[in-house]
């Protein structure tokens, strides 16, 4: 009895400890309006990575914090997703697919499905989330962060996995994102901050930030490439069919 009692207090301390780290480093989120400028803030956020030539770019690759894999036909709304060694083929609006697990195909992929769709929502907007400041359910609004900074926040009032969460993007002096404060069901902490670095072209001249630094731990985006054609993402037939 007596080393439950000591195991009680040791975790009742160790949650005060949590929960005061968490007051303590977490901002308030900025209120805005949504305004005409804000807007054409998004729009000049959007040039300035070359969203045009994403929109048209059809096949894109990456591996994200060398966790997971994709191969996505953007046209076709299918991605191949690699999680160790199960790989699943995804209908990303219908959510259908089917997968493999050591090589060997699985009868009921359900759980894998779910697996690879959210790790598809998180990793793509990790690839690329400067593009989706003008998606449906989306509210721009120019605001002050608590430590003077000025920036375009953008509220997600539906869609995704987590709807509701909004970020507050830093721009340089063309436009393009250095970082971006986070207000995210997922983090506790309000205000968490994540660089935007390493912009680097893919073959439709689109801009990918490879690098994003989230208190000294980084999120590297690698062996990224992108373009019209399947040999422009390593592969050598249609891996996209049937889906």
Known sequence: MK?????????GVLLLIGAASIFFLSENEPAGQPTAEADALAEAMMRSVNKPAW????????????????IWNKEANVVQVTMGDDVVLLNTKTKNGKATSAGQAVANPSDLIE????????DSWWLNAVI???????ERSIV???DGRKGLKVEYTSGG?????????????NNRPTAYQMWVSIIPIGGME????????ISTGALISRKHNLKAVDLLITDVAGGMNLSDVGLTEDIFAGI
């Open 3 to 11: 080393i439950l009692k000591i195991l009680g207090i040791l975790i």
């Open 55 to 70: 929109d048209s770019t059809r096949y894109v690759k990456w591996d994200f914090a060398g966790r997971n894999q994709y």
């Open 115 to 122: 697996s690879a769709w959210a790790n598809f929502c998180n």
């Open 132 to 138: 989706k400041a003008n998606d449906p359910g989306t």
């Open 144 to 146: 002050t962060l608590e």
């Open 161 to 173: 996995v987590t709807p509701g969460d909004a970020y507050v993007w830093i721009l340089d002096e």
């Open 194 to 201: 994540a660089s935007w670095e390493q912009w680097e072209p």
